[in-house]
């Protein structure tokens, strides 16, 4: 079965970097992309980016200049950065994997992300 | 970026009723290979979101055939023929035809 599981700071300095990552089992690597995703709470679905196997990067452009997105075949892991993190950044950070026909198929549970001094 | 509109944002319904949500898009999500690239997601509460829907009528695995996609090019819909309670949650359309991936606002459905 395959499972997603995110990790790493649930509190986040304002103007620092955020950086989670994404373990994933259950499941081959090289036909899937692996994507974040993010919801602020009580509102609605923000799309920010995906990594092939190959390195190849999407991101969504309102956040691409501060976006880092790293995979880790031998760990079965991808990782995110967001720099200089404000309030807005607060959010539930998932990662979902992307299937070849452009869909999500397995999600993680979420974590949530709070940016605040 | 393409937008999403989905309508209702709310809907109560009556188990046992049909239920429908209208997601459109701001330019078409058709491409040359006859595809629509429009999927559903359903975010129960306390919950991530899980698939419903691929490419407009495609039920994910696992998904009873009371859900039903249909639509073409900029206007979409989801159907529930029979809403039961499991069904309550918060279903989002999201294009995948082009980067940025975007979600609807996202419509909320409970039990009257």
């Known amino acids: 079965q395959v499972q997603l599981q995110e990790s790493g700071p649930g509190l986040v300095k304002p103007s620092e970097t955020l950086s989670l990552t994404c373990t994933f089992s259950g499941g081959s690597t090289s036909t899937y992309y692996w994507s974040w995703i993010r919801q602020p709470a009580g509102k609605g679905l923000e799309w920010i980016g995906r990594?092939?196997?190959?390195?190849?990067?999407d991101c969504n452009p309102s956040l691409k200049s501060r976006v880092t997105m790293s995979i880790d075949t031998s760990k079965n892991q991808f990782s995110l950065s967001l720099t200089s993190v404000t309030a807005a950044d607060t959010a539930v950070y998932y990662c979902?994997?992307?299937?070849?026909?452009?869909?999500?198929?397995?999600w993680g549970r979420g974590t949530l992300v709070t940016v605040s001094s | 970026d393409i937008v999403m509109t989905q309508s209702p944002l709310s809907l109560p319904v009556t188990p046992g009723e049909p239920a429908s949500i209208s997601c459109r898009s701001s330019q078409s999500l058709l491409l040359s290979n006859g595809y629509n690239y429009l999927d559903w997601y359903l975010q129960k509460p306390g919950q991530s979101p899980q698939l419903l829907i691929y490419?407009?009528?495609n039920r994910a695995s696992g998904v009873p055939d009371r859900f039903t996609g249909s639509g073409s090019g900029t206007d979409f819909t989801l159907k529930i023929s029979r809403v039961e309670a499991e069904d309550v949650g918060v279903y989002y359309c999201m294009q995948a035809v082009q980067v940025p991936y975007i979600f609807g606002q996202g419509t909320k459905l409970d039990i009257k």
């Open positions: 990594i092939y196997i190959s390195g190849h990067i």
């Open positions: 490419m407009t009528s």
């Open positions: 979902a994997r992307g299937n070849g026909d452009y869909h999500y198929d397995y």
